[in-house]
């Protein structure tokens, strides 16, 4: 048979055939393809604080944080088919396409004092939004993957904390995190979860990048594992970490350097990392020194200049930053980000409420980072995400 008469008597599957290979160019065209590869497309999230409610959200009062976080996701899964600004980033002026990952950094379950709900409960209705009402697609066609990182309220109701809860602990959330993204060959369970060595550390390598996730801030045990982790790489390959705590962490956080250690309402402190606090005996709900703590991780900086950027939650608002350390030496971009209950700006105003969204290309290592303000319109439910700041960094290590 020839060419022609095959084209003319199979016309039908030849349309087909051509439309397809169209598509296929334009979908390589539209999402910004790389003779590396194509762009990859990260959400970045934090603080979700399942149990409480927001004062007010979309005409509604005392809204409870399920409503809020399944709005947000819906919003979320809008965002392939959006037009990225013309801001001179990654994928400028061009549609955002397939999101391979969403990160989330803690926070899931607000601390469980009476009278918010357990780590178990909060668990579940995460579950039902960022697992199951999730709908965004990676280049590959599965579902975008979910990467955690446990955040303080979560191992506050693991451990115990200074003021009553009910119940007493709750190692739920931080078990369900542990096997979601360390997926071991014997589950974890409630009964056996122990904080002290169970820790929630791990990495991967996606588009030429190391992504690094650990366990609320690196203190001196976490650097052990992330001294071992690096190891693994070339020190010419970029590194971003995700974790909980900004930069300096918060004084509360360390142990109470008084023995026999425990946590009262009177030093404030919540035994989340392994080191004693080192500034005084008593931590400042406000905040309080940390510069002695945080000279450690300075000298692990400097020791490793692959690490290109810092991103974290539990201070809520959208922000862009340089961390030069307590002795300003070094130089480390770091990302902040909102929190859909416990936004420091966004609590009020609820149009400032938003997510940011990482874009990389691997052919020319940067990173475009892009505010999404998901709620400008706060009563019409159909509005469309706007951007707001967006911040472009180079990658490269030299």
């Known amino acids: 048979m020839s060419l022609i008469n095959f084209i003319k008597k199979h016309a039908p599957l030849v349309k087909l055939l051509r439309a397809s290979f169209v598509m296929i160019l334009s979908f390589q065209t539209t999402y910004g393809q790389t003779s590396n590869g194509p762009v990859i497309n990260m959400i970045f999230t934090s603080d979700a604080h399942y149990g409480i409610t927001r004062n ?41 396409g397939p999101v391979d990952y969403m990160i989330q950094t803690g926070d899931i379950a607000n601390r469980m004092e009476i009278p918010i709900q357990s780590a178990a409960a909060s668990w579940a209705q995460f579950e039902a939004d960022y697992l199951h009402s999730l709908t965004l697609k990676g280049r590959d066609g599965r579902t975008a993957k979910l990467l955690l990182a446990p955040g303080n309220h979560d191992i506050s109701n693991a451990i115990g904390f200074s003021k009553p809860m009910y119940p007493l602990t709750d190692p739920t959330a ?22 002290e060595k169970d820790k929630i550390n791990y990495s ?37 970490i995700f974790t909980h705590d900004q ?41 309080g020194a940390t510069d002695i703590e945080q000279r450690g991780w300075v000298k692990f900086l400097k020791a490793h200049a692959n690490i290109k950027a810092y991103f974290h939650g539990n201070s809520n608002w959208n922000e862009f930053y340089v961390y030069n350390g307590p002795d300003n030496d070094v130089n480390l971009n770091v990302f902040r980000v909102d929190s859909p209950m416990k936004g420091k700006y966004s609590a009020e105003n609820e149009q400032l409420l938003s997510f940011l969204l990482l874009s990389l290309d691997p052919k020319n290592q940067r990173l475009s980072v892009r505010e999404c303000l998901w709620n400008t319109q706060p009563l019409n439910k159909s509005a469309k995400i706007t951007f707001g700041k967006s911040a472009t960094i180079s990658l490269k290590v030299y």
């Open 56 to 96: 007010k959200f979309r005409g509604d009062t005392d809204v409870n944080s399920h409503i809020v976080n399944a709005a947000m996701i819906r919003q979320m899964n809008t965002i392939p088919n959006v037009m990225l600004p013309a801001d001179g980033g990654v994928n400028a002026d061009k549609v955002v």
């Open 174 to 195: 931080m078990v369900k995190i542990y096997n979601l993204v360390l997926k071991p060959q014997k589950p974890m369970t409630n009964a056996v979860y122990n904080y």
């Open 204 to 240: 991967l390598n996606t588009g030429g990048v190391h992504l690094m996730f650990i366990t609320l801030w690196p203190d001196s045990a976490e650097r052990i594992w992330m001294q071992k982790d690096l190891d693994t790489v070339s020190k010419t390959t970029p590194v971003i």
């Open 247 to 287: 930069p300096t962490c918060e004084a509360k956080h360390f142990t109470n350097p008084l023995p026999p250690h425990t946590m009262t309402r009177q030093n404030k402190f919540e035994n989340l990392t392994a080191e004693y606090y080192k500034e005084g005996y008593i931590a400042s709900k406000d905040g």
